[in-house]
């Protein structure tokens, strides 16, 4: 896989994806919680892009085959796409600040441009596989990885150009534990790698990740982390829109971090879903930028 000297930083500040306001100042908070600093502590030569324009619609409401607020996302989508393609040709390692899920359609079209198989750990509580058909909620934050496989409605799966942007075996979820009926059926019909809360504690999250390196490293050419902060307990990450009981600890989430980042298997990432409004003293942002550190190689000694 790729060697990085430059981390570039592009943030996102959108809510539109899901209901709950607030999300969109997930990139500030994790800037705040001192991430271009720390990164830079480790040697890297930091750029950031600051943030894509969201514009807010009047209303909220479900539209296009019940999907909430469609029309901005697809345009913020095509012009991550394109940021993140930017950052690709510089050969710098791009971040991806959220916002909520739903900012993965375009932050992964725009990855997808440059490698010819690429794989994802997709790291959630949630494996947001629904559809505009499969969907409780029209909330287009919990389809983005069905989007990505090229399932869902076909103004979203479209985006980039490519369809599907990621083969269902490229893919791993780790700590999904609030999977709809929809979503159980995709993952049984793709094929589609998962390791849900019980396999985590059954199995440990060292030989989790041993497992997963050793599955994408021979099928893929690059790997993205698509990081959703209520993956970890609410307990120790209270700052989600979508918090569920019973998830992986703080310190489970640093190891799978430092072993990923010894693997030298990611060549890019993205960070969502933090909702400061939720949190405590900027407690999740802190967990955040932590945990960036540790996937670029931060070490205690």
């Known amino acids: 896989m790729k060697k990085f000297d430059k981390v570039s930083i592009i943030g996102v500040p959108m809510d539109l994806g899901q209901k709950r306001r607030g999300v969109d100042m997930g990139p500030s908070a994790m800037r705040y919680a001192g991430l271009i600093e720390e990164i830079e502590s480790l040697g890297y030569d930091v750029k950031d892009y600051g943030d894509i324009p969201i514009n807010r619609p009047a209303a909220s409401e479900k539209e296009a085959g019940q999907l909430r607020n469609l029309e901005e996302v697809i345009k913020v989508s095509k012009e991550l796409c394109k940021g993140v393609e930017n950052i690709e040709s510089e050969q710098s390692f791009p971040l991806i600040l959220g916002g909520d899920h739903s900012i993965s359609i375009g932050s ?3 990855i997808r441009k440059c490698y010819n198989n690429l794989g994802v ?8 596989l ?11 934050h919990g389809m983005p990885l069905a989007v990505n496989i090229g399932v869902g409605h076909e103004r979203l799966t479209e985006i980039g150009d490519i369809i599907p942007k990621i083969n269902p075996e490229n893919i ?3 700590g999904a534990r609030s999977i709809d009926d929809g979503e159980r059926q995709l993952i049984k019909e793709k094929g589609i790698k998962v390791y849900t809360m019980h396999e985590i504690d059954r199995l440990g999250m060292t030989r989790v990740i041993e497992e997963t390196i050793d599955y994408l490293a021979s099928r893929t050419d690059g790997v993205h982390l698509s990081f959703d902060l209520d993956g970890i307990d609410p307990l120790e990450a209270p700052g989600v829109g979508t918090p569920v009981l019973g998830g992986i600890s703080y310190r489970e989430s640093q ?3 430092e072993l990923l980042a010894e ?11 933090i909702n400061p409004i939720l949190d ?3 407690q999740t942002a802190d967990v955040a930028v932590a945990l960036v550190t540790s996937l670029l190689g931060k070490k205690l000694l």
């Open 121 to 128: 750990i997709w790291y959630d509580a949630h494996p947001d």
């Open 172 to 174: 791993v979820i780790i």
């Open 280 to 282: 405590n003293r900027n």
């Open 255 to 257: 190891l799978a971090l």
């Open 130 to 140: 629904n559809t505009d058909k499969t969907s409780p909620s029209g909330n287009i």
């Open 263 to 273: 693997s030298e298997l990611i060549t890019s990432a993205e960070f969502v879903e």
């Open 108 to 110: 992964i079209a725009g």
